[in-house]
C-alpha cells in the first residue's frame, strides 16, 4: 500500500490540498498561527513525498466564513487557486444569479497583484448534490441498473442528475462544473461509492449519443482549475472578507468568535510561546532531542488551529484534550528553552529553571516560597522592550536588582479581594509586586528577587489605597494620569468617565460598562427557532441596539490604587463580574483587566456578556476590524459590499471577528480610539462613538448546527471563571498605526518568563553568568516596522528566518516606507554559506513557483503569463544578506550555515 499510494501520487492520480497541518478556521486565527499550520503540514508532505505532494490548491470547505488576509496567505504560499464551501446565504443566491460564483480575490491592497488568488465557491457547500449520497451513512437510493428489477432506476437517476448538472450550468461561468461527492464522516466504505459513481459516469455519459453535452469524469481540484485556466475567461473581483457567515435568516455564525474563551487564550499563549522556543533553540543550536519537543508543541498548536478547535465549537471533552495538548506541548517547549539559555549562557552546570504557569490567577509557588528568586525575562521581539514584570508574592520587604546588581525601583501592592476569591486558587500570595524590566533585541536580560529581613532597605515604591462605595461620599471626580494620559472617574460609583490625551490635550467622555444579552432558545426545526449555542449567536430580542442588552450596574464599591509605577481603579461590578482599570506610569495605552463568571443560569437563562465602551466620538456607522490580527477591514453597521443585505438579525449580524484590535475613528476631531485584545472575540460598534466586545458566553440550549451539547463550560463546577485585557489606546488617527501596531505585538510576543530559586548549592559562579549581563542573538534593532515571524533550525544544517513587514501602506508616513534588513544583523553568531528566498511556508524555492495568471473584469491585459505577477515577490538577480521589505511583505530564507570560525 506504502508504494502504491507513492505511484498514485507521482502520477498525478491522488493529489493533495491546502496541506496545512488541520483545515483552520479563517475568523480566530492569529496569522502567525495560520502560517505555522501549514509551514508544518507542508514540511510533513515534503518529507513524505517530495515536490509530487506539493499542494497548489487552497481547500476551505468547512470554516464558518473566510478572510481576506487568509487569501493573501495562500497567495503567499505560491497557490494558484481556492475554493471554499461556506459563504452567506444570500450571497451565494446573488453570485448564482449573476454567475459570479468564481472570482478573483485581491487579497491586500498593500501587496497589490502578488496577494491575488482565484477563489471558487463550491456548488453545494462540500455535499453531493440532493438524493446523491452513495455512503452507508446515507439514506439515498443506490443505482439499480439491472432492468429485471423491480427497483430499476437508471433512467431516473440519470434524468435527476443531468437536471442537477444543468441547473448548475446556470450558475457559473465556463462550461467546466465541479460537483464534489462526499460529506462528513463518509468511504468508511468506499466501495460502495466508487460503484455507484462509476455507474453514474457510465450512463450519464451515454447520453452524449442522443446529443448530451455533459461528460462525466474522475478529476481533481487542480484539474478543474486548469480546465477554468485554459477557458480564458475573464472573472470578476472580490476585495473585502465573507464575514460574518449566515446560513440562513436568522442562523448568523457569530457566537463561535468568542465561544470557549478560556482555550482561545490558551491557544494564544501556546502560539506565542513557540516563537520564544523556536527562537532559543535555533540560536542555542540545540540538539535532535531539543527538535523533539519543539514538534510537539509545533503539532498541539497547529491542530489547534481547526476550525472545530480553537473556534470553540466542539465537545467539552473534545476541548479538555485540545487544552492538554497544548499544555503538554508547552512544557515539552519549556525544556527545549532552559536548555537553550543554559548553553546561550555557557554555564558549567545547567541550571534548573522553572516556570509559572498559572500568573493569569497570580499563583507563583516560587515567588511566594523562595527568599531569593533569578528572573530571566526572553525577548521575542526584534526590537529593544520596555516590560512590566508583575509576580505574586506575600506581604513582606523586598529588593531587586538588574545586570551588575543595579537596584531596581519596584510597587507592591495587596492582590485585588476578587483575585484572592477566585475558585480553586490555592495560593499564599497575598500582594503582587511589580518592576519595569529593560530587555534587549531577540534575548534576555536577569534580574535577581530577594525577600529581606523585616525593615530591610530597598526602592519599593508606597502604595495607597483608598476604598469607596456608593453612598456617603461626594459628588466630585477622582483622577489617576500618567504624562500620556488621564482618566477620570465618577466619586460616587467609580465608573469612567472622561479620558484625556494629554499629548494632543484631546478629551473625549467616556463610560466602560457590562451587559449580557439573553441566548434566544428555540428549537431549531425552523429559521424563526433557532437557538443561540456554540456556533450561533442570536440574543432573545427583537431591538437594532444595544437595548437589547440588559446592563450589569455595580452597587458603587470600588478601590483606588495609588503608587509610583502603577495607578488602579478596582471596580466590583458584581458578584461575577470585576474589574482592574490599570495606567502604568510610562504607559501610552489603559489596561482594562477583567473578570467574568461563573455566569450564573440559575433562572434558567443563557447569558452573553458584552463589554461596553461608550464615547462621544462621532464615527457614523462605520469601524474597523483586523484580519487575522494584520490587515484592517472596514466595516459598515447593517452593510455588505458584496450584496444588498435583508438585516433579519440586527445584533449578531454585526459582530465581526476580532483577533486583535477594533477601532473606531471621528474624523472631523481626527482622533481614533483602538481596543485590542488578548484573544479572539466578537466584536462590533452598535451605535456611534461605541465599540463592544463580546468576552464570555454561557448558554443552556444547543443550535444543532452539529455539537450536539449546549456551550455551558463546566470550570471548576459552578460554572467558567474567565480572566482577560483589553487594552485601550486613544490619540489622533495618524498616531494611531504605530501605536496599535507595536502595541499589539509587544502584548501577543511578550517576553518569557524563567525563575530560578536561588539555594545554597546555586553555583554562584554559573548564576552571574545569567545575571550579570543581558545577551542579544541581534548584532542592531532591527526596524521598527520588521519583525521576526519566525528563526528556526528547520533541515540539516539549516535555518528558516521569516521576516515579516508589519504596517500596511499609507499607515505612517515612516513605519510604511519599505525597510531593508541584513542577515547578518539577525544571525550575527553563525556563518551563513548560502540564503535561497523560499515559499512563505519555507518549503518550496521561490524561483521554482509560476503561479497561474488570470484575466479580470475590465482588465484584460492582466493575464500575461511570464510577468513580475506570476512571482510573489521581486527577487534581485545577485541574492545576498541584504533584502528590502515592502508594506506587508513576508519574505522567507533557507540559510545554510557553515562551521562556526
Given at each position: 500500500?506504502h508504494?502504491?499510494?507513492?505511484r498514485l501520487v507521482k502520477e498525478?492520480?491522488?493529489e493533495f490540498?491546502?496541506?496545512?497541518w488541520?483545515?483552520?478556521?479563517?475568523?480566530v486565527?492569529?496569522?502567525s498561527s495560520?502560517i505555522e499550520?501549514f509551514?508544518?503540514?507542508?514540511?510533513?508532505?515534503n518529507d513524505t513525498?517530495?515536490a509530487?505532494?506539493?499542494?497548489?490548491?487552497?481547500?476551505?470547505?468547512d470554516?464558518?466564513?473566510?478572510?481576506r488576509?487568509?487569501?493573501?496567505?495562500?497567495?503567499m504560499l505560491?497557490?494558484?487557486?481556492?475554493?471554499l464551501?461556506?459563504?452567506d446565504?444570500?450571497?451565494?443566491e446573488?453570485?448564482?444569479?449573476?454567475k459570479?460564483?468564481e472570482m478573483?480575490?485581491?487579497?491586500?491592497?498593500?501587496?497589490?497583484?502578488?496577494?491575488?488568488i482565484?477563489?471558487?465557491i463550491?456548488?453545494?457547500?462540500?455535499?453531493?448534490?440532493?438524493t446523491?449520497?452513495?455512503?452507508?451513512?446515507?439514506?439515498?437510493p443506490?443505482?439499480?441498473?439491472?432492468p429485471r428489477?423491480e427497483?430499476?432506476n437508471?433512467?431516473?437517476?440519470?434524468?435527476?442528475?443531468?437536471e442537477?448538472?444543468?441547473n448548475q450550468?446556470?450558475?457559473?461561468k465556463t462550461?467546466?462544473?465541479?460537483?464534489?461527492m462526499?460529506?462528513d464522516?463518509?468511504y468508511q466504505?468506499?466501495h460502495?461509492?466508487?460503484?455507484?459513481?462509476?455507474k453514474?459516469?457510465?450512463?450519464?455519459n451515454?447520453?452524449?449519443?442522443?446529443?448530451s453535452?455533459i461528460n462525466?469524469?474522475?478529476?481533481?481540484?487542480?484539474?478543474?482549475?486548469?480546465a477554468?485556466?485554459?477557458?480564458?475567461?475573464s472573472?470578476?473581483?472580490?476585495?473585502?472578507?465573507?464575514f460574518?457567515?449566515a446560513s440562513?435568516?436568522?442562523?448568523?455564525?457569530?457566537g463561535?468568535?468568542?465561544?470557549r474563551?478560556a482555550?482561545k487564550r490558551m491557544?494564544?499563549e501556546?502560539?506565542?510561546?513557540l516563537?520564544?522556543?523556536?527562537?532559543?533553540?535555533a540560536?542555542?543550536q540545540?540538539?535532535?532531542?531539543?527538535?523533539?519537543?519543539v514538534?510537539?508543541?509545533?503539532d498541539?498548536v497547529?491542530v489547534?488551529?481547526?476550525?472545530d478547535?480553537?473556534t470553540g465549537t466542539e465537545r467539552?471533552?473534545?476541548a479538555?484534550d485540545y487544552?492538554?495538548r497544548?499544555?503538554?506541548g508547552v512544557?515539552?517547549?519549556?525544556?527545549?528553552?532552559v536548555?537553550?539559555?543554559?548553553?546561550?549562557s555557557?554555564v558549567t552546570k545547567?541550571?534548573?529553571?522553572?516556570?509559572?504557569?498559572?500568573?493569569n490567577?497570580?499563583i507563583?509557588s516560587?515567588?511566594?516560597n523562595?527568599?531569593?528568586?533569578?528572573?530571566?525575562?526572553?525577548?521575542?521581539?526584534?526590537?529593544?522592550l520596555?516590560?512590566y514584570?508583575q509576580?505574586?508574592?506575600v506581604?513582606?520587604d523586598?529588593d531587586i536588582?538588574?545586570?551588575?546588581?543595579?537596584?531596581?525601583?519596584?510597587?507592591?501592592?495587596?492582590l485585588?479581594k476578587h483575585?484572592l476569591?477566585?475558585?480553586?486558587?490555592?495560593?499564599?500570595?497575598?500582594?503582587?509586586?511589580?518592576f519595569?524590566?529593560?530587555l534587549?533585541?531577540?534575548?534576555?536580560?536577569?534580574?535577581?528577587?530577594?525577600?529581606l529581613a523585616?525593615?530591610?532597605?530597598?526602592?519599593?515604591g508606597h502604595?495607597s489605597i483608598?476604598?469607596k462605595?456608593a453612598?456617603g461620599?461626594?459628588?466630585d471626580?477622582?483622577?489617576?494620569?500618567?504624562e500620556?494620559l488621564?482618566?477620570?472617574f465618577?466619586?460616587?460609583s467609580g465608573?469612567?468617565?472622561?479620558?484625556?490625551?494629554?499629548?494632543t490635550?484631546?478629551?473625549?467622555?467616556?463610560?466602560?460598562?457590562?451587559?449580557?444579552?439573553?441566548?434566544?432558545?428555540?428549537?431549531?426545526t425552523?429559521?424563526p427557532l433557532?437557538a443561540?449555542?456554540a456556533y450561533i449567536?442570536?440574543?432573545?430580542c427583537t431591538?437594532a441596539g444595544?437595548?437589547c442588552?440588559r446592563?450589569?450596574?455595580?452597587?458603587?464599591?470600588?478601590?483606588?490604587?495609588?503608587?509610583?509605577?502603577?495607578?488602579?481603579v478596582?471596580q466590583?461590578?458584581?458578584?461575577w463580574?470585576?474589574?482592574?482599570?490599570?495606567?502604568?506610569?510610562?504607559?501610552?495605552?489603559?489596561h482594562f483587566?477583567?473578570?467574568?463568571?461563573p455566569?450564573p443560569v440559575?433562572?434558567?437563562?443563557g447569558?452573553?456578556?458584552?463589554?461596553?465602551?461608550?464615547?462621544?466620538?462621532?464615527?457614523?456607522?462605520e469601524?474597523?476590524?483586523?484580519?487575522n490580527g494584520?490587515?484592517?477591514?472596514?466595516r459598515?453597521r447593517?452593510f455588505?459590499?458584496?450584496f444588498?443585505?435583508?438585516?433579519?438579525?440586527?445584533i449578531?449580524?454585526?459582530?465581526y471577528?476580532?483577533v486583535d484590535?477594533?477601532?473606531i475613528?471621528?474624523?472631523t476631531a481626527?482622533?481614533?480610539l483602538t481596543i485590542?485584545?488578548?484573544?479572539?472575540?466578537?466584536g462590533?460598534?452598535l451605535?456611534?462613538?461605541?465599540i463592544?466586545?463580546?468576552?464570555?458566553?454561557r448558554?443552556?440550549?444547543d443550535?444543532?448546527?452539529g455539537?450536539?451539547?449546549?456551550?455551558?463550560e463546566p470550570?471548576?463546577g459552578?460554572?467558567?471563571?474567565?480572566?482577560?485585557s483589553?487594552?485601550?489606546?486613544?490619540t489622533?488617527?495618524?498616531?494611531?498605526?504605530?501605536?496599535?501596531?507595536?502595541?499589539?505585538?509587544?502584548l501577543?510576543w511578550?517576553?518569557?518568563?524563567l525563575l530560578?530559586?536561588?539555594s545554597?548549592?546555586?553555583?554562584?559562579?554559573?548564576?552571574?553568568?545569567?545575571t550579570?549581563?543581558?545577551?542579544?542573538?541581534?548584532?542592531v534593532?532591527?526596524?521598527?516596522n520588521?519583525?521576526?515571524?519566525?528563526?528556526e533550525?528547520w533541515?540539516?544544517?539549516?535555518?528558516i528566518?521569516?521576516l515579516?513587514?508589519?504596517f500596511?501602506?499609507d499607515?505612517d508616513?515612516?513605519l510604511?516606507?519599505?525597510?531593508?534588513v541584513?542577515l547578518k544583523?539577525?544571525?550575527?553568531d553563525?556563518?551563513?554559506t548560502?540564503v535561497?528566498e523560499?515559499t512563505l511556508?519555507?518549503?518550496?524555492?521561490?524561483?521554482?513557483?509560476?503561479?497561474l495568471q488570470?484575466?479580470?473584469?475590465?482588465?484584460?491585459?492582466y493575464?500575461t503569463l511570464g510577468t513580475?505577477?506570476s512571482?510573489i515577490?521581486r527577487?534581485?538577480?545577485?541574492?545576498?544578506t541584504?533584502?528590502?521589505l515592502?508594506?506587508?511583505e513576508i519574505?522567507t530564507f533557507?540559510?545554510?550555515?557553515?562551521p562556526?570560525?
Amino acid at each position: 500500500m506504502h508504494h502504491t499510494v507513492h505511484r498514485l501520487v507521482k502520477e498525478g492520480r491522488l493529489e493533495f490540498i491546502s496541506g496545512a497541518w488541520s483545515m483552520n478556521d479563517e475568523a480566530v486565527c492569529h496569522y502567525s498561527s495560520i502560517i505555522e499550520n501549514f509551514a508544518w503540514g507542508l514540511r510533513k508532505l515534503n518529507d513524505t513525498f517530495g515536490a509530487c505532494g506539493r499542494p497548489k490548491i487552497g481547500w476551505q470547505i468547512d470554516p464558518f466564513g473566510h478572510s481576506r488576509e487568509q487569501a493573501a496567505l495562500f497567495a503567499m504560499l505560491g497557490f494558484d487557486g481556492l475554493f471554499l464551501g461556506r459563504i452567506d446565504y444570500q450571497d451565494i443566491e446573488k453570485r448564482r444569479k449573476t454567475k459570479t460564483m468564481e472570482m478573483i480575490w485581491e487579497g491586500s491592497d498593500s501587496l497589490g497583484k502578488m496577494s491575488d488568488i482565484f477563489t471558487g465557491i463550491l456548488p453545494n457547500v462540500y455535499w453531493p448534490p440532493s438524493t446523491f449520497c452513495f455512503d452507508l451513512l446515507c439514506n439515498d437510493p443506490p443505482i439499480m441498473d439491472d432492468p429485471r428489477l423491480e427497483d430499476y432506476n437508471v433512467v431516473e437517476r440519470v434524468a435527476t442528475f443531468m437536471e442537477v448538472v444543468n441547473n448548475q450550468s446556470l450558475q457559473y461561468k465556463t462550461d467546466n462544473l465541479i460537483i464534489t461527492m462526499g460529506n462528513d464522516f463518509n468511504y468508511q466504505n468506499a466501495h460502495v461509492w466508487f460503484k455507484n459513481l462509476d455507474k453514474l459516469i457510465k450512463y450519464v455519459n451515454a447520453k452524449q449519443t442522443n446529443g448530451s453535452k455533459i461528460n462525466l469524469f474522475y478529476s481533481t481540484p487542480s484539474c478543474y482549475l486548469n480546465a477554468l485556466h485554459q477557458a480564458n475567461a475573464s472573472w470578476p473581483t472580490k476585495d473585502d472578507d465573507f464575514f460574518p457567515y449566515a446560513s440562513g435568516e436568522h442562523t448568523v455564525w457569530s457566537g463561535y468568535y468568542t465561544s470557549r474563551p478560556a482555550l482561545k487564550r490558551m491557544e494564544r499563549e501556546a502560539s506565542a510561546f513557540l516563537l520564544t522556543c523556536k527562537q532559543i533553540d535555533a540560536l542555542a543550536q540545540l540538539g535532535p532531542a531539543d527538535q523533539h519537543e519543539v514538534s510537539a508543541l509545533r503539532d498541539a498548536v497547529s491542530v489547534a488551529q481547526h476550525h472545530d478547535a480553537v473556534t470553540g465549537t466542539e465537545r467539552q471533552h473534545v476541548a479538555d484534550d485540545y487544552a492538554l495538548r497544548l499544555d503538554r506541548g508547552v512544557k515539552e517547549c519549556q525544556e527545549t528553552v532552559v536548555d537553550g539559555i543554559n548553553r546561550i549562557s555557557n554555564v558549567t552546570k545547567p541550571l534548573q529553571f522553572e516556570f509559572c504557569d498559572l500568573l493569569n490567577i497570580s499563583i507563583c509557588s516560587i515567588t511566594e516560597n523562595s527568599k531569593e528568586v533569578a528572573l530571566v525575562l526572553w525577548n521575542p521581539l526584534s526590537r529593544t522592550l520596555n516590560h512590566y514584570v508583575q509576580l505574586p508574592v506575600v506581604d513582606g520587604d523586598y529588593d531587586i536588582t538588574g545586570p551588575g546588581g543595579t537596584k531596581i525601583p519596584f510597587q507592591i501592592t495587596p492582590l485585588p479581594k476578587h483575585t484572592l476569591l477566585l475558585p480553586g486558587r490555592l495560593s499564599n500570595a497575598t500582594h503582587e509586586i511589580l518592576f519595569r524590566a529593560k530587555l534587549p533585541p531577540l534575548g534576555y536580560t536577569a534580574y535577581n528577587l530577594k525577600k529581606l529581613a523585616k525593615g530591610g532597605v530597598s526602592l519599593a515604591g508606597h502604595t495607597s489605597i483608598l476604598r469607596k462605595r456608593a453612598s456617603g461620599f461626594a459628588d466630585d471626580d477622582f483622577v489617576i494620569k500618567n504624562e500620556f494620559l488621564a482618566l477620570t472617574f465618577d466619586q460616587s460609583s467609580g465608573s469612567l468617565k472622561y479620558l484625556t490625551n494629554l499629548e494632543t490635550n484631546t478629551t473625549i467622555s467616556i463610560s466602560q460598562t457590562f451587559a449580557y444579552y439573553v441566548g434566544s432558545v428555540g428549537n431549531n426545526t425552523k429559521e424563526p427557532l433557532r437557538a443561540s449555542g456554540a456556533y450561533i449567536f442570536r440574543p432573545n430580542c427583537t431591538g437594532a441596539g444595544p437595548d437589547c442588552s440588559r446592563p450589569l450596574e455595580g452597587n458603587g464599591t470600588y478601590e483606588i490604587v495609588k503608587g509610583p509605577l502603577v495607578q488602579e481603579v478596582r471596580q466590583y461590578i458584581c458578584a461575577w463580574v470585576s474589574q482592574v482599570i490599570r495606567l502604568h506610569a510610562t504607559s501610552k495605552k489603559v489596561h482594562f483587566e477583567w473578570q467574568v463568571g461563573p455566569i450564573p443560569v440559575g433562572d434558567g437563562i443563557g447569558k452573553e456578556i458584552v463589554s461596553r465602551f461608550s464615547t462621544n466620538l462621532k464615527s457614523g456607522t462605520e469601524f474597523f476590524t483586523d484580519s487575522n490580527g494584520r490587515q484592517n477591514i472596514k466595516r459598515r453597521r447593517n452593510f455588505r459590499p458584496s450584496f444588498n443585505l435583508n438585516l433579519t438579525e440586527p445584533i449578531s449580524s454585526n459582530f465581526y471577528p476580532v483577533v486583535d484590535r477594533i477601532f473606531i475613528q471621528d474624523e472631523t476631531a481626527g482622533s481614533q480610539l483602538t481596543i485590542l485584545t488578548d484573544r479572539a472575540q466578537a466584536g462590533s460598534s452598535l451605535l456611534e462613538g461605541q465599540i463592544e466586545l463580546m468576552v464570555h458566553r454561557r448558554l443552556l440550549v444547543d443550535d444543532w448546527l452539529g455539537v450536539s451539547e449546549p456551550l455551558n463550560e463546566p470550570g471548576l463546577g459552578e460554572g467558567l471563571v474567565v480572566r482577560g485585557s483589553h487594552h485601550l489606546i486613544f490619540t489622533n488617527i495618524a498616531k494611531s498605526p504605530r501605536r496599535h501596531r507595536l502595541a499589539s505585538h509587544d502584548l501577543y510576543w511578550h517576553p518569557a518568563l524563567l525563575l530560578l530559586p536561588v539555594s545554597s548549592t546555586t553555583s554562584q559562579a554559573d548564576l552571574n553568568r545569567i545575571t550579570q549581563s543581558a545577551y542579544s542573538g541581534l548584532s542592531v534593532d532591527l526596524p521598527v516596522n520588521i519583525h521576526i515571524l519566525s528563526i528556526e533550525q528547520w533541515k540539516g544544517s539549516s535555518l528558516i528566518v521569516r521576516l515579516e513587514h508589519f504596517f500596511e501602506k499609507d499607515e505612517d508616513p515612516v513605519l510604511s516606507q519599505p525597510a531593508v534588513v541584513n542577515l547578518k544583523d539577525i544571525l550575527r553568531d553563525f556563518v551563513i554559506t548560502s540564503v535561497r528566498e523560499m515559499t512563505l511556508d519555507g518549503n518550496v524555492a521561490l524561483t521554482d513557483v509560476h503561479r497561474l495568471q488570470w484575466s479580470k473584469v475590465d482588465q484584460e491585459d492582466y493575464g500575461t503569463l511570464g510577468t513580475d505577477a506570476s512571482k510573489i515577490h521581486r527577487i534581485p538577480h545577485d541574492i545576498g544578506t541584504t533584502f528590502t521589505l515592502n508594506p506587508m511583505e513576508i519574505r522567507t530564507f533557507q540559510i545554510e550555515i557553515g562551521p562556526s570560525l
